[in-house]
């Protein structure tokens, strides 16, 4: 028996809708929401990598600086030579070296590219700049005993900057014939100190100067009847950059 239908009911189920298929908008904003979180963390993960990158890149710069200024300052001691560049016309004192607490001067040849060979006076000088002080390097040619006044003199050259602190110190043999204590005063000017010491603090904490001692084997031959075993700490590479001149170059 078949069983009758209301025209009612019919017509309610063709016009019911029907759920469509997507999200909701709770849905879409929420998805939005974690989308801009994770681009956000992926935003700051980037920035914290290349800070991070840059301090590194910053570091080794300052590092790789200072190696070269130490280098470069190993080498022109370790060339220094008790060539006279002054001479009292009264007493007939002459002077080799001096040194004070920020001031150095000694006679050393100077690389090819910075001179045009010979003997060159190299003064080392903390110099007072507008926020801190600077270690300048100058040179002057020495001949016959005598600094030779250039027509042009060049200007000093920065070998570092930012620096809050520095002293120079000076070793050599004492009266008793052994190796004294250090003193920021050299006395001896007619002879070279056996070593050097330089000890700098920069203004930024996070660039370091490595101790450095320098030796001047130069000065064995006026200061010590044998060689002696000298400190001299430092990258071994330094050692093979300046070799001295021989003793028989000595003027």
Aim: zero cysteines; hydrophobic letters at 45%; glycine letters at 6%.
């Amino acid at each position: 028996m078949m069983a009758l239908r209301s025209p009612n009911a019919t017509t309610a189920a063709r016009w019911q809708p029907s759920r469509a298929a997507g999200f909701t908008l709770i849905e879409v904003l929420l998805a939005t929401a974690l989308l801009a979180f994770g681009l956000g963390l992926a935003i700051a993960a980037l920035r914290s990598t290349t800070h991070s990158v840059r301090l590194s890149e910053e570091e080794a710069a300052r590092t790789e600086a200072v190696r070269i200024v130490q280098q470069f300052l190993r080498r022109q001691l370790a060339a220094a030579r008790p060539t006279v560049f002054s001479m009292n016309p009264d007493t007939f004192e002459v002077t080799v070296f001096e040194g004070e607490r920020e001031r150095m001067l000694f006679v050393a040849p100077m690389p090819g590219y910075l001179s045009r060979g010979g003997s060159y006076a190299q003064t080392l000088a903390v110099a007072r700049a507008e926020r801190d002080d600077e270690l300048q390097f100058s040179a002057q040619m020495v001949v016959a005993g005598a600094l030779i006044e250039e027509a042009e003199p060049r200007p000093p050259v920065v070998l570092l900057e930012g620096v809050e602190s520095l002293e120079f110190a000076y070793r050599g043999i004492d009266e008793s014939g052994v190796l004294g204590s250090w003193e920021p005063q050299w006395n001896f000017p007619d002879r070279l100190p056996l070593q050097v010491r330089i000890e700098v603090r920069f203004s930024d904490e996070k660039t370091i100067w490595p101790p450095f001692v320098a030796a001047l084997p130069l000065a064995q031959l006026q200061s010590a009847p044998a060689p002696l075993e000298l400190e001299n700490p430092g990258d071994a590479r330094d050692a093979d950059d300046g070799a001295p001149p021989d003793g028989e170059e000595q003027r």
